[in-house]
Each structure stands twice: as structure tokens, then as C-alpha cells.
């Protein structure tokens, strides 16, 4: 691809632009859109559930897990980022689809993995040879270099989101992946995995070299916990809301030994909002993938409002104010590149308004 050639009605300007455009360069005075007021590279995008799971269905029919990447998935591809299987400029968000009785054999890469169910039973995702079975609203990670793949012995299909910093470790120019081997992994099935016999106990982390054993031999930066359960974030919520009497509740999912983020460039929450409730609207620099696990409503997304109910999935771009108002009782949990912008000093969060949605005072 040759370097952009600039014009001008001047000749003597517009032979400049030409060697300036031979020796590969481009001059700063032309450049529009590079230095924005706010952040506009994005508009918010939603997908329906019962177009996701319906294709994702049909990919089950029609396509084998080996035809490409190990893995049957369909990535959300926002209408602005040209064709990109990308669901922002920095998160990858995606369905991904196993049939019974189906392998989704091991390999590992550098981008950072997590998965978050949305329906189905019995599939084990092994994580460095740790099974961790999987449930509607379990939140399981699949850390950088770390060995995983996806078992299902059981009866019935599962589907889950996929949430990945592919897009952010690609503009990086970091990815790396390494198939595993056509050796079948032999596992016990085991109700609790080994990361939870060890870090599943609040406030209680095991010493020694039993603990270091269990931790990501690649990185110590990712959570030792593997698998969240929905029974505990449930209950999390229920005694939140509980105890401060309010409408609304946010849980953040992190490392039980540090207190840090599940991954050093993904932030995960959940959102609870009870029904008639409006959430204060809010904007952060950064942007976030939210997917609807249960309940319905409608969010209002850089000024525009979007119905929603359970699997619906939206967008919010960096900077965009963002609110909630459930019509039943909602759980949402949402992706984030945040814990990225707070490592450089880039994050940014701002209350855009009162709870009714009208402006501030001031």
C-alpha cells in the first residue's frame, strides 16, 4: 500500500505533497480527525440474541470444530471497524458454539481469554490440565499462554461469550499461538477445580509452595482463580443490595490474593439492576461489550436507547455516556479494557447527569 499523496491547487505546494508522499511521509497540517476534542473512533452497536443463537445453531449444523482455529465461533464485528472481526479497537467479543460430545482440542496464544456462559450444561474447559466444569453465568478465564480447551461428554449444546484483548495484542503486534497436541487430554471430573480448592475461600489464600504450584506458570499477573460461579456472584449481589437498600448493585471480578483486575487488560463486572430502577448515566474513557444475562430493559448508549432482554449484546465506545433502566429485574455483565488505561494513566470517568437521565446542574 503506497503512502497517501496529498494535493493542492498551488503547483509548487502540490509538488511538495508528491516527495513528500515518494518518501513515505505525511504532512501534519493535513491530517483531520487525528487530535479529537473526546473520543469519537466508534458509534454504539447492539446484536440480538435470536440472531446470534440462531446462527450460531446453524454453525453447529454446518460446520465441523477443525475448520479453522479449533474453535466453531462467531465473532461480533462492529459495523465501524471496516470488516474487522473485532467488536471494539481493543476487546474481541464473540459466540462460541459446542455440540455434544464434541472436543474443542488444546492450543495457547498471547491474547487473554475469558468465556462467560450463556446456556447449556456439561462442558469442561481444562485450563493447564485444570478442569473446570461450566454453568449459565459462570465466568471461567483462559489466561494468556495458557493451555485450554473445551470438552462437552454431555447431551445437550453449550453456548458462551467469548471476550479476548486480541484486537488491543494485534495492534501491539504481540500475538502468538501455538496448536497442542492430537493427543486426547485425559481429566477426572471434579466439581470444584484445583484453582478453587485454593483461591475459592473469601479472604482466605493457601501459603507455600502448594499455592505457588497452582498459580499460571507463565505470568503472575493473571488471577489465580479461574472459575467464578454464578451461585456466589448471585448471592454477592443479593447481600450488596441488601445491606445499602438501593436499586442498583456492581461487582468486579478479581484476583482473590492481589485484589487486581482477572487480567491485566480486561476488567470484568457484573451489573445488577432491580426493575423500575434507572442508573445514574456515566461515562468512561475506555470501551466496554455488554452482554445481558438475565432479565429486561434499555440502556441509553452515547444518546441512543436500545430495548434489551437476556443474550442481547451492545457496544458502548470510549467516552459514551452510558445508562440503565431495567424493566425486570437485570444482570448484566460487562467486558472493559479499563485496567489498560489505568496502567498508562488514561482512564477517565465522569457522572454525565442525575438518575432521571436529565442534565447536571452545573
Not at 475459592?200 to 507463565?218: F, H, I, M, N, T
Request: glycine letters at 10%; one cysteine or more.
Amino acid at each position: 500500500m503506497t503512502t497517501k499523496r496529498f494535493h493542492d491547487d498551488d503547483s509548487a505546494v502540490d509538488d511538495f505533497y508528491a516527495e513528500v508522499a515518494t518518501a513515505d511521509l505525511q504532512p501534519l497540517w493535513t491530517q483531520e480527525g487525528l487530535l479529537t476534542k473526546t473520543p469519537a473512533r466508534l458509534r454504539p452497536h447492539l446484536w440480538r440474541w435470536k440472531t446470534l443463537r440462531g446462527l450460531a445453531e446453524r454453525s453447529g449444523e454446518l460446520i465441523g470444530i477443525d475448520r479453522g482455529g479449533d474453535r466453531r465461533v462467531l465473532s461480533l464485528s462492529h459495523p465501524d471497524l471496516c470488516g474487522l472481526p473485532f467488536a471494539t479497537h481493543t476487546l474481541w467479543g464473540a459466540v462460541q458454539y459446542l455440540r455434544p460430545g464434541e472436543l474443542a482440542p488444546a492450543h495457547r496464544h498471547s491474547p487473554a481469554a475469558l468465556r462467560f456462559v450463556l446456556e447449556g450444561s456439561g462442558v469442561w474447559t481444562l485450563v493447564n490440565g485444570d478442569p473446570l466444569h461450566m454453568a449459565p453465568g459462570d465466568l471461567v478465564l483462559t489466561p494468556s499462554y495458557t493451555w485450554h480447551e473445551h470438552h462437552n461428554p454431555g447431551t445437550e449444546p453449550m453456548i458462551w461469550f467469548d471476550g479476548l484483548d486480541l484486537p488491543l495484542v494485534r495492534n501491539l503486534d504481540a500475538v502468538f499461538f501455538e496448536p497442542g497436541s492430537d493427543t486426547l487430554t485425559e481429566y477426572e471430573p471434579r466439581l470444584r477445580s484445583r484453582s478453587e480448592d485454593h483461591f475459592a475461600a473469601p479472604g482466605l489464600v493457601p501459603v507455600g509452595a502448594e499455592a505457588v504450584a497452582v498459580q499460571d506458570p507463565a505470568s503472575g499477573r493473571f488471577s489465580r482463580l479461574l472459575a467464578y460461579r454464578w451461585s456466589d456472584v448471585d448471592a454477592a449481589l443479593d447481600r450488596l443490595l441488601g445491606s445499602t437498600g438501593g436499586a442498583q448493585a456492581t461487582i468486579r471480578y478479581a484476583d482473590p490474593v492481589t485484589g487486581a483486575d482477572v487480567m491485566p487488560t480486561l476488567r470484568a463486572e457484573i451489573h445488577r439492576v432491580l426493575a423500575g430502577h434507572r442508573t445514574k448515566p456515566v461515562r468512561r474513557v475506555g470501551s466496554g461489550i455488554w452482554v445481558v444475562h438475565r432479565g429486561s430493559g434499555a440502556s441509553v448508549v452515547g444518546g441512543t436507547r436500545y430495548s434489551w432482554s437476556a443474550g442481547d449484546m451492545f457496544v458502548a465506545p470510549s467516552w459514551a455516556t452510558v445508562s440503565h433502566e431495567a424493566d425486570a429485574d437485570a444482570d448484566l455483565f460487562l467486558l472493559s479494557d479499563e485496567p489498560v488505561l489505568e496502567a498508562i494513566g488514561l482512564a477517565r470517568t465522569e457522572g454525565a447527569g442525575r438518575a432521571d437521565g436529565a442534565p447536571d446542574d452545573n
